[in-house]
C-alpha cells in the first residue's frame, strides 16, 4: 500500500506556471475526464516553476481524493489500487511554502502579468515535499526530501529501509484564461528505489485552479498512473492510463 502512495504523493500539490499549450487544450482534458486513452502532448522542460504572486507565503492545504478508476481492470491494475480506496474523501493536511526568488533569466518562464525586475515566486520545494512525504505516510517513514542543484525538477525523496523516490519533471503546460483561474499539466518520470528492486512509472498530474479571495485557493486536480516500457503489462496499456485519481485541493493562507 505504501509503494504506490508514495509513488503518486508528490504530484499532490503542484502550483506552476509553465510553458504555455494550445488555448484550451488542457481545458479539453479535464472535459474529457475519464476518457483518457492516450498521453497528452506537452513540453519539455529545464528551468524551475515561477508561481503567480498572490502565491507568495504560508498555507495550510488540504488534499481529498473524491475518485478513483482502473481504466483497465481488470487486465492491468496498479499495485495497491484496491487498498487506496480507503483514502476516499479523507482529507490529508500539511504546510506549504512559496517564496520569492530572482531569477538569474529575465525572461525565465515569465508571463506578462511578471516583470523582469519583481523578484519570481518559486515553490520551497524541500519544505513542500517533506511535508507531503509525512503527511501521507508518517513521520517515522519520511527521512528527507532532497532537491538536484543542477535540475530543479529533479527530487530525491529518502524513505526508510534504504527506499527512495526519485522523481523528474520531464515536461508540463498551462493555461491562464483569466486574473484568478490558471490550468497546468505535468509529467513525471518516478522511480522508486529499494535495495533489491526497483519500480517505474510515469505519471500526469493535470489541474485547474481558483483564485477565491488572496486567503484561499482551490482547485481540481487528476492523477494519471502509465506503466514505464519495462513493465510486464507496459504493451496491455501503451500510452493509455492504468490509473485516474482525481483530487480536490484548498489552500488557506
Given at each position: 500500500m505504501k509503494?504506490?502512495?508514495i509513488l503518486?504523493l508528490?504530484l499532490i500539490?503542484?502550483?506552476?506556471?509553465?510553458?504555455?499549450t494550445?488555448?484550451?487544450e488542457?481545458?479539453?482534458?479535464l472535459?474529457?475526464?475519464?476518457n483518457?486513452?492516450?498521453k497528452?502532448?506537452?513540453?519539455?522542460?529545464e528551468?524551475?516553476?515561477?508561481?503567480?504572486?498572490w502565491?507568495a507565503?504560508?498555507?495550510?492545504?488540504?488534499s481529498?481524493?473524491?475518485e478513483?478508476?482502473?481504466p483497465?481492470?481488470p487486465?492491468v491494475?496498479?499495485?495497491?489500487?484496491e487498498?487506496?480506496?480507503q483514502y476516499?474523501?479523507q482529507?490529508?493536511?500539511?504546510k506549504v511554502r512559496f517564496?520569492?526568488q530572482?531569477?538569474?533569466?529575465p525572461?525565465i518562464l515569465?508571463l506578462?502579468?511578471?516583470?523582469p525586475?519583481?523578484?519570481?515566486i518559486v515553490?520551497d520545494r524541500s519544505f513542500?515535499?517533506?511535508n507531503?512525504?509525512?503527511?501521507?505516510?508518517?513521520d517515522?517513514?519520511?527521512l528527507?526530501?532532497k532537491?538536484s542543484?543542477?535540475?530543479?525538477?529533479r527530487?530525491?525523496?529518502?524513505?526508510?529501509d534504504?527506499?527512495?523516490?526519485?522523481?523528474?519533471i520531464?515536461g508540463r503546460?498551462?493555461?491562464?484564461?483569466?486574473?484568478?483561474?490558471?490550468?497546468?499539466t505535468?509529467?513525471?518520470?518516478?522511480l522508486?528505489?529499494?535495495?533489491?528492486?526497483i519500480?517505474?512509472n510515469?505519471?500526469e498530474t493535470?489541474?485547474?485552479?481558483q483564485?477565491?479571495?488572496?486567503n484561499?485557493v482551490?482547485?481540481?486536480?487528476?492523477?494519471?498512473?502509465?506503466l514505464?516500457?519495462?513493465d510486464?503489462?507496459?504493451?496491455?496499456?501503451?500510452?493509455?492510463?492504468?490509473a485516474?485519481?482525481?483530487?480536490?485541493?484548498i489552500l488557506q493562507r
Amino acid at each position: 500500500m505504501k509503494l504506490f502512495v508514495i509513488l503518486i504523493l508528490n504530484l499532490i500539490l503542484i502550483f506552476a506556471y509553465p510553458q504555455p499549450t494550445q488555448a484550451g487544450e488542457i481545458a479539453n482534458r479535464l472535459a474529457d475526464y475519464p476518457n483518457w486513452n492516450s498521453k497528452l502532448n506537452v513540453s519539455q522542460t529545464e528551468t524551475d516553476l515561477i508561481y503567480p504572486e498572490w502565491m507568495a507565503g504560508t498555507w495550510t492545504a488540504t488534499s481529498i481524493l473524491r475518485e478513483q478508476i482502473a481504466p483497465l481492470a481488470p487486465r492491468v491494475v496498479t499495485p495497491g489500487f484496491e487498498k487506496n480506496e480507503q483514502y476516499l474523501n479523507q482529507p490529508f493536511t500539511f504546510k506549504v511554502r512559496f517564496q520569492p526568488q530572482i531569477a538569474p533569466v529575465p525572461n525565465i518562464l515569465s508571463l506578462s502579468s511578471f516583470s523582469p525586475q519583481k523578484d519570481l515566486i518559486v515553490a520551497d520545494r524541500s519544505f513542500n515535499g517533506e511535508n507531503i512525504a509525512r503527511a501521507y505516510l508518517g513521520d517515522n517513514q519520511v527521512l528527507s526530501v532532497k532537491i538536484s542543484t543542477e535540475d530543479p525538477n529533479r527530487q530525491i525523496t529518502f524513505l526508510a529501509d534504504d527506499n527512495q523516490l526519485i522523481s523528474t519533471i520531464t515536461g508540463r503546460g498551462q493555461e491562464n484564461p483569466n486574473r484568478e483561474e490558471f490550468l497546468t499539466t505535468e509529467i513525471t518520470q518516478q522511480l522508486f528505489q529499494r535495495p533489491i528492486s526497483i519500480y517505474l512509472n510515469e505519471v500526469e498530474t493535470t489541474t485547474n485552479y481558483q483564485l477565491i479571495n488572496p486567503n484561499k485557493v482551490t482547485a481540481k486536480q487528476v492523477t494519471a498512473i502509465y506503466l514505464s516500457p519495462e513493465d510486464p503489462d507496459y504493451f496491455k496499456a501503451i500510452n493509455r492510463p492504468v490509473a485516474l485519481y482525481k483530487y480536490e485541493l484548498i489552500l488557506q493562507r
